[in-house]
């Protein structure tokens, strides 16, 4: 389905700035040479530019790129800037930062481990 963006099992964001006049083979190619990573799994790729009020993403489903745009018209994206990295992060997180939040909340409820029961 066109813009499903649910069948991606996980979720990755590059942290620090991409030049957001990349498109998808460039997008692409930044993901498998630079990260080491595969462009075909079904992940979502997310990328921010300097002004951190537009983001791209990045997701193969299965017979092509799809690549999703997003401008905020006020307000910026809390992005995680200090590292060069694709950093995976949760579908709540993924929320948080689509909602203007960072994706690391100090007073979330952190998952808990398995096995750890004291």
């Not at 099992?9 to 498109?23: F, L, Q, V, W």
Request: proline share 5%.
């Amino acid at each position: 389905m066109l813009g499903d963006i649910s069948i991606a099992k996980e979720i990755y964001i590059a942290c620090g700035y991409t030049d957001m006049r990349k498109s998808i083979d460039g997008l692409a190619t930044l993901v498998q040479e630079h990260f080491q990573m595969d462009p075909f799994a079904p992940a979502l790729y997310i990328f921010c530019g300097r002004k951190c009020d537009r983001i791209k993403a990045l997701l193969w489903e299965g017979d092509g790129f799809l690549l999703l745009y997003k401008r905020l018209e006020s307000g910026k994206f809390q992005w995680p800037r200090n590292e060069d990295e694709l950093r995976p992060i949760t579908w709540q997180q993924f929320r948080w930062l689509m909602e203007g939040l960072k994706p690391e909340q100090k007073l979330a409820i952190k998952p808990a481990k398995i096995g750890a029961i004291f």
